[in-house]
């Protein structure tokens, strides 16, 4: 298991390895104060270390494919294919174990950035003057989700230095802070609960041929329905069916990366193949045979 230093990590890498590992992202300085790193693991990958840049940085991170898991402060966060994680984690010890096909988009920005920009901080700004860590997770909206898939391009031909990738970044950053703004302060929802609606979300998750009903997830959880469906929305910022199209379609831009679209929409439980078609245009931006043609 590698033992790392952020401030290693988040650096120029040999062309031949940038984006291609944990250790090697895809760095570029987008403005002074700002910056993106694109990294992704084909194979499943565990490291630790210690985030010793972190107190000049604010960070925020959309995980674009696989899912993973990050473990900081005694405290385990699993994390899925739109998540959204903010965060403050100074000289914080960190663990990380990622799956298969794992990807992810980072965007750091520093504290005087901030204040130049005369931008106020959900949490306050004490916390970045005291150095006290802070912590945020939420689902990616279809604007954030478009505006990281948009920089991650940018980044991989090379042309992040325009203002265009600057403009992402920030929109990235502004609407993760409204999110958290908006969000409920302090969940109403209990530990058991939220472990009803973690085993809710692997069982909707299992087989992406087709979706369970509500009721059938609510039996499964041992929640009612009503209390699943809200729970869902508190805890993964939408509901069941857009949790599972979300990862429905990016489990479908995998599959386009060796099976033809007519392949993709059965393996996808798709009988029709203009339904199919629709919801992935929807979701990623562009009809499947042309995804498949780009990639």
Not at 157 to 163: A, E, V
Not at 185 to 212: I, N, T, V, W
Request: charged letters at 15%; a positive charge.
């Amino acid at each position: 298991m590698p033992d790392v230093r952020s401030s290693h990590i988040h650096r120029h890498q040999p062309e031949h390895l940038a984006g291609q590992s944990l250790l090697h992202p895809l760095y570029s300085k987008l403005y002074n104060g700002l910056s993106a790193g694109f990294f992704s693991s084909a194979q499943p990958t565990t490291l630790h270390g210690e985030m010793d840049d972190c107190p000049a940085v604010l960070r925020c991170s959309i995980i674009l494919s696989g899912q993973c898991e990050m473990t900081f402060a005694g405290k385990t966060h699993r994390f899925h294919a739109r998540d959204v994680a903010t965060a403050y984690l100074p000289a914080t010890r960190f663990q990380m174990a990622t799956s298969a096909d794992f990807s992810c988009l980072e965007v750091h920005i520093t504290p005087e950035l901030l204040q130049e920009m005369s931008t106020p901080l959900p949490w306050g700004d004490a916390a970045l003057a005291s150095h006290t860590p802070f912590f945020s997770s939420l689902k990616a909206t279809p604007s954030v989700h478009k505006a990281a898939t948009g920089l991650c391009q940018s980044l991989q031909k090379n042309l992040s230095n325009g203002p265009l990738s600057c403009a992402a970044a920030l929109t990235i950053l502004g609407q993760s802070f409204e999110q958290i703004e908006a969000a409920p302060q302090g969940s109403p929802l209990s530990r058991h609960e939220k472990a009803c609606l973690y085993q809710a979300r692997s069982f909707l998750l299992s087989r992406m041929d087709k979706a369970p009903t509500i009721i059938e997830l609510a039996r499964y959880s041992g929640l009612n329905a009503t209390r699943l469906k809200m729970g869902f929305r508190i805890l993964f910022g939408c509901g069941p069916y857009s949790l599972f199209q979300a990862h429905r379609m990016e489990h479908a831009k995998t599959l386009l990366k060796t099976h033809s679209v007519t392949e993709t929409a059965m393996e996808l439980g798709y009988s029709n193949m203009s339904h199919f078609s629709a919801a992935f245009k929807r979701q990623i931006g562009k009809a499947p045979h042309l995804y498949r043609k780009e990639g």
